[in-house]
């Protein structure tokens, strides 16, 4: 259990069946009556955002996450297969699970799985990725760092927007959080 007074930002608790994160707090003492938080707060499995008011010292169940390093193995069918790193045991994960962060992932690439109890809340990938251009618009002469950009498909079939003097075959750094190149490699 833990006290509203004690939430700050990235806490999370347990409410109606659900794990939430604090991604705001206000501690509030108005002159009239008694003082209590009010929060902002997003759940984990769907991603919507509510704002919830807690009476000061209130308490509620917080959730307990693990975290665990596992590497992408191979795709079987629909599912991503995945070894923990420590204990070697394989997992399968649904392309759902993952959410639209799957379209960078890649065979071999180490991930953070966040788990809670038995269910999955996030997969994390790295914040920058390296992947190969497989298909884009060829380059012309005089095409500038400074000029526009193009779309270019990479090898997990991502569509990232770049600079026009990028040729198939390149390989690019991608920012993972953003969806937005980085550069050459």
Same mark, same amino acid.
């Given at each position: 259990?833990?006290?509203?007074?004690?939430?700050?930002?990235?806490?999370?608790?347990?409410?109606?069946?659900?794990?939430?994160?604090?991604?705001?707090?206000?501690?509030?003492?108005?002159?009239?009556?008694?003082?209590?938080?009010?929060?902002?707060?997003?759940?984990?499995?769907?991603?919507?955002?509510?704002?919830?008011? +807690?009476?000061?010292? #209130? &308490?509620?169940?917080? *959730?307990? %996450?693990?975290? /665990? =390093?596992?590497?992408?193995?191979? !795709?079987?069918?629909?599912?991503?297969? +995945?070894?923990?790193? #420590? &204990?070697?045991?394989? *997992?399968? %994960?649904?392309? /759902? =699970?993952?959410?639209?962060?799957? !379209?960078?992932?890649?065979?071999?690439?180490?991930?953070?799985?966040?788990?809670?109890?038995?269910?999955? %809340?996030?997969?994390?990938?790295?914040?920058?990725?390296?992947?190969?251009?497989?298909?884009?618009?060829?380059?012309?002469?005089?095409?500038?760092?400074?000029?526009?950009?193009?779309?270019?498909?990479?090898?997990?079939?991502?569509?990232?927007?770049?600079?026009?003097?990028?040729?198939?075959?390149?390989?690019?750094?991608?920012?993972?959080?953003?969806?937005?190149?980085?550069?050459?490699?």
């Amino acid at each position: 259990m833990i006290s509203s007074n004690d939430f700050r930002t990235g806490v999370t608790i347990v409410l109606d069946g659900s794990v939430w994160r604090v991604i705001e707090f206000l501690h509030v003492k108005p002159g009239k009556g008694s003082a209590f938080v009010r929060t902002k707060l997003k759940n984990s499995q769907t991603g919507s955002v509510v704002e919830r008011t +807690f009476r000061a010292g #209130e &308490t509620v169940p917080q *959730a307990t %996450l693990e975290k /665990s =390093e596992m590497q992408h193995t191979y !795709k079987d069918g629909e599912d991503f297969v +995945f070894m923990d790193m #420590e &204990t070697y045991e394989e *997992a399968s %994960l649904k392309e /759902s =699970e993952i959410g639209d962060r799957v !379209k960078y992932l890649k065979d071999g690439m180490t991930v953070s799985v966040v788990r809670w109890g038995e269910q999955v %809340l996030e997969v994390e990938l790295p914040n920058s990725v390296i992947l190969e251009v497989v298909e884009t618009d060829p380059g012309v002469k005089g095409d500038t760092a400074t000029g526009g950009t193009k779309p270019a498909i990479v090898e997990t079939g991502a569509q990232v927007m770049v600079p026009l003097f990028i040729t198939k075959g390149e390989r690019i750094r991608i920012d993972t959080r953003t969806d937005s190149y980085q550069g050459r490699e």
